[in-house]
């Protein structure tokens, strides 16, 4: 029975390329692959990625770590400076008797008040670094402050990481990377300093990953998993983040680092209108998301139409300028989210595509907000 649009679709042979390919790069560098399930939110997948040799998964939320650790993860990093109440410790202390459970801090306050509702539990933290991204995370050289406050009060300080979200500009990715290693480094310096040791140094992101691959395996080998030392006694990161690596998506693509033919999600529209001229679809910004970059020049790819562009969206119709010929009403085409995390986030079920066959898995941990 054909599936209504608008939906989600995944080329299921793409996805799988696409976690194959970047798992056996970070083998060859020998770094530590952690992806960032808020992509995908999906069971399927994570297991996909875990099988493939993902040492564990990073997510946003407890509510996500609560869904995969359910869903067979043994081990867990929530990227993100928690702020922890009486009933959230509470879910952290259930999720750490069943898997091996990290949490982000960035501040003396924070690590106090995690230490008072989570120390001796066996929950770990990496203290977050700003490496240029400015949003969360202490100067590298403050990083031995947070790291101390938290060991004082029991918990286990697992090392540190940053988020190089201004990797997502076009043509930024070698100094971003370079800068996060050196954030690294120096946050690093600053926590051993204080007589603790340092086992993992996290970073990464898709838009930076294949800088962060190459720089890592440049001038011989990388380090050892779980080491912060290569051959030559140098630190580097140890553990790379990537999220959107598995399905690719229009930002991806038009940073370059995503080719059309790797994007395994589309949301499946349907040519409704066209009216004025244009070429109207089914599939609104309650499809898509409606982020756009400053970069982006759409609101959204044609997959097989590369010069095709949303120029705009509202809740229910996306419009299209489209160069040439336009589609009939009632064609069907595939269209690639800017964001597409986003709109994973919207939608209840994916279809996996493969052999011509359509079978729904679920989004198991949509709206896991908190």
């Known amino acids: 029975m054909p599936v209504a649009t608008p939906h989600l679709r995944v080329d299921l042979g793409r996805l799988r390329r696409n976690v194959r390919r970047v798992a056996d790069q970070a083998a060859a560098a020998q770094i530590s692959l952690r992806p960032h399930a808020k992509t995908h939110k999906s069971l399927e997948i994570a297991r996909l990625q875990l099988a493939m040799g993902a040492r564990g998964l990073t997510v946003a939320t407890v509510g996500e770590a609560e869904a995969f650790v359910r869903g067979g993860c043994t081990d867990v990093f929530i990227a993100y400076p928690l702020w922890v109440d009486d009933a959230r410790a509470e879910r952290l202390r259930d999720l750490a008797e069943q898997a091996r459970v990290a949490i982000g801090v960035d501040s003396v306050y924070s690590a106090a008040n995690l230490g008072r509702r989570l120390g001796g539990t066996g929950v770990e933290v990496l203290v977050e670094v700003d490496s240029g991204h400015h949003r969360t995370g202490v100067r590298p050289k403050e990083a031995g402050e947070v790291a101390r406050a938290a060991a004082r009060v029991g918990l286990p300080v697992r090392g540190v990481f940053t988020f190089p979200g201004h990797g997502y500009s076009p043509g930024a990715a070698q100094e971003v990377v370079a800068a996060e290693a050196a954030a690294l480094r120096r946050a690093r310096e600053s926590v051993t300093a204080e007589g603790l040791e340092v086992r993992v140094l996290s970073g990464g992101s898709t838009p930076t990953l294949a800088a962060s691959l190459g720089g890592a395996g440049a001038g011989g080998s990388a380090h050892g998993v779980d080491g912060v030392d290569g051959v030559d006694g140098v630190a580097r990161i140890t553990e790379l983040r990537p999220g959107v690596y598995v399905f690719g998506d229009a930002q991806q693509w038009e940073l370059g680092t995503t080719e059309p033919d790797d994007i395994a ?106």
């Not at 997959?303 to 040439?324: N, Q, T």
């Open 265 to 370: 999600l589309t949301a499946r529209a349907t040519v409704v209108s066209h009216a004025g001229g244009r070429v109207v679809l089914d599939a609104g910004s309650k499809v898509l998301g409606a982020d756009r970059a400053a970069y982006a020049t759409g609101y959204g790819r044609i997959l097989d139409r590369p010069k095709a562009r949303i120029v705009s969206l509202s809740e229910h119709h996306a419009v299209v300028e489209w160069p040439g010929r336009r589609p009939r009403l009632g064609t069907q085409v595939d269209v690639v989210p800017n964001h597409v995390c986003a709109a994973v986030n919207l939608a209840d079920s994916m279809w996996v595509e493969e052999a011509g066959r359509l079978r729904p898995w679920p989004v198991a941990a949509r709206g896991l907000n908190s």
